[in-house]
T-cell receptor
Framework: RKEVEQDPGPFNVPEGATVAFNCTYS??????FFWYRQDCRKEPKLLMS???SGNEDGRFTAQLNRASQYISLLIRDSKLSDSATYLC????????FGAGTRLTVKP | EAGVAQSPRYKIIEKRQSVAFWCNPI?????LYWYQQILGQGPKLLIQ????????DSQLPKDRFSAERLKGVDSTLKIQPAKLEDSAVYLC???????????FGQGTRLTVV
């Protein structure tokens, strides 16, 4: 079993759609959690941290369920500029990445 | 604030040759990571340093890969000898010990022919 597993995707959605990505992790000792965004041929960039209480940043909402070892990212009112690969990251003293889920938002 | 610097940006070598990559982390960041990202996959952690000590190198193919961070700042990653399957982007990232969020350099795109 992979340490961090994500929806394989790809997701192709129209502008304005709501899209959700899921991620599970295997190590219950994991301490902190993140979503990164990676544009084509660019480096990953931090999108947001994920807290147990859930957190929101504009159109983006992240949730963490420690009991189920599950992380989610919700994007509302998606824009063309949201097209990218979204990487789930788990920190257990190091930073372990999932394989990523590719999102394409179409006009 | 300057970001993570990596060089070279691109490298093409023949199989069985050696290659080295360099990384300069964000000033004050004690933690430094090297990742390998093969096309279509997520970044795979190769090695993590805290200052000049190795924290985790469990996924580093030690028969051909080596890395060092002698003075606890800059780091180099070496491959010797390279194989075709080493073709990937090699990403360096750094973070504070107190805040785990990692910041990445632009990466080195390696092609082994």
């Amino acid at each position: 079993r992979k340490e961090v597993e994500q929806d394989p995707g790809p997701f192709n959605v129209p502008e304005g759609a709501t899209v959700a990505f899921n991620c599970t992790y295997s190590n219950s000792a994991s301490q902190s959690f993140f979503w990164y965004r990676q544009d084509c041929r660019k480096e990953p960039k931090l999108l947001m941290s994920v807290y147990s209480s859930g957190n929101e940043d504009g159109r983006f909402t992240a949730q963490l369920n420690r009991a189920s070892q599950y992380i989610s990212l919700l994007i509302r009112d998606s824009k063309l500029s949201d097209s990218a690969t979204y990487l789930c990251v788990v920190n257990r003293g190091d930073m372990r990445f999932g394989a990523g889920t590719r999102l394409t938002v179409k006009p | 604030e300057a970001g993570v610097a990596q060089s070279p940006r691109y490298k093409i070598i023949e199989k069985r040759q050696s290659v080295a990559f360099w990384c300069n982390p964000i000033s004050g960041h004690a933690t430094l990571y090297w990742y390998q990202q093969i096309l279509g996959q997520g970044p795979k952690l190769l090695i993590q340093f805290q200052n000049n000590g190795v924290v985790d190198d469990s996924q580093l193919p030690k028969d051909r890969f080596s890395a060092e961070r002698l003075k606890g700042v800059d780091s180099t990653l070496k491959i010797q000898p390279a194989k075709l399957e080493d073709s990937a982007v090699y990403l360096c990232a750094s973070s504070l010990v107190s805040l785990p969020e990692a910041f990445f350099g632009q990466g080195t795109r390696l092609t082994v022919v």
